[in-house]
């Protein structure tokens, strides 16, 4: 156990220095081109620019303003493990959900006609 | 003799007791908010109607609100900077400042949920917009939380006291941008 004074830091970081400005301001591009990226209307490149992009971005939050760059790694490691949670809980439900049919069961629902067509 | 808590003082495994306890908090937020969104996302990938419905939604209020949010942040960092170097009034000025963002970002979404219940379009009308208010709903109940936090801290950072806090508020505050990060492209783009 270590003590601590009042305004010091047990890890001391060195982040001081880290132009946060500059790291807004890339954050801010990425959001320019995850809006524009989607009005072409190809539906790979919304993926790229909307979803891919989204990632980038809480990437960069993360690292950078919220320090899991210098922080301990076990912080991430539990953080990493909350989301693989998330993953077993949709990779176990997600075939029951996005099936239409099953062996022992039966859809009754019709799906409502979409504006755009099948997508 | 005044004592001091045991979270500004004692450190477990190199991380301070409190900002430990914000990652822990932080690893439940992630299982409340990963399974609302996993639920989200297989629902949208089973029904293409989900499409129709979210083009109702304004892409430049997401948009603008991912501004308001991503300044915000900026900002509670600064405050961190500036906490580290043990100036505490422009911590706390910073601080104000980002509760600011999060008054902004409020308010752009009132406004266009009053804009969306006055079409028509409300949590009842049907699993989208169920999905749409209780999410946002939730990240916006998050976004009230952190004011709240921020400007108790930011009373004790303007005399200088607990400015360990300052980092900690942050951390909490930037995770709730995350969030939003996700929910701006799931809610707003994918249409």
């Known amino acids: 156990m270590t003590v601590l004074t009042p305004h010091t830091r047990a890890d001391a970081p060195h982040h001081d220095q880290t132009n946060y400005v500059a790291i807004w301001g890339v954050l801010c591009a990425l959001l320019g081109i995850s809006i524009v990226g989607p009005m072409f209307g190809v539906r790979l490149l919304t993926l790229v620019t909307a979803f891919g992009i989204a990632i980038v971005k809480a990437y960069i939050v993360c690292a950078y303003f919220m ?3 210098i922080e301990k790694k076990w912080v991430a490691y539990i ?3 909350m989301l693989a949670l998330m993953l077993v809980f949709f990779g176990g439900t997600a075939p029951d959900v996005l099936e239409r049919d099953g062996q022992q069961w039966r859809k009754t629902y019709v799906e409502p006609a979409t504006l755009g067509g099948e997508r | 003799m005044t004592s001091r808590p045991i979270a500004t003082t004692r450190s477990v495994m190199g991380v301070p007791t409190g900002r430990l306890a914000v990652w822990w908090v932080l690893a439940s937020e992630i299982v409340l ?6 639920s989200y996302v297989m629902l949208r990938l089973r029904h293409d109607a989900w499409a129709d419905q979210s083009a109702n939604t304004s892409t430049w209020a997401g948009g603008f609100n991912t501004l308001v949010l991503l300044t915000s942040s900026l900002l509670a960092v600064l405050a961190h900077q500036a906490a580290e170097r043990g100036d ?15 008054g902004v970002f409020l308010m752009v979404k009132a406004l266009e949920w009053t804009h969306e219940i006055q ?14 208010y209780m999410v946002a709903g939730l990240h916006a109940a998050h976004v009230v939380a952190g004011m709240v936090m921020m400007f108790i801290v930011s009373l004790t950072a303007a ?28 809610l707003y783009i994918a249409k």
């Open chain 2, 159 to 186: 005399r200088n006291e607990e400015l360990h806090r300052v980092e900690n508020v942050g951390i909490y505050w930037h995770f709730v941008d995350v969030v939003w990060i996700f929910l701006f492209p799931l």
């Open chain 2, 119 to 132: 079409a028509g379009f409300t949590i009842t009308s049907n699993l989208f917009w169920s999905f749409y």
């Open chain 1, 67 to 69: 320090h899991l760059k």
């Open chain 2, 33 to 38: 908010f990963g399974g609302l969104l996993g």
């Open chain 1, 79 to 81: 953080l990493g493990f």
């Open chain 2, 88 to 102: 505490g009034q422009k911590a706390a000025r910073l601080l104000r400042y980002t509760i600011l963002g999060g």
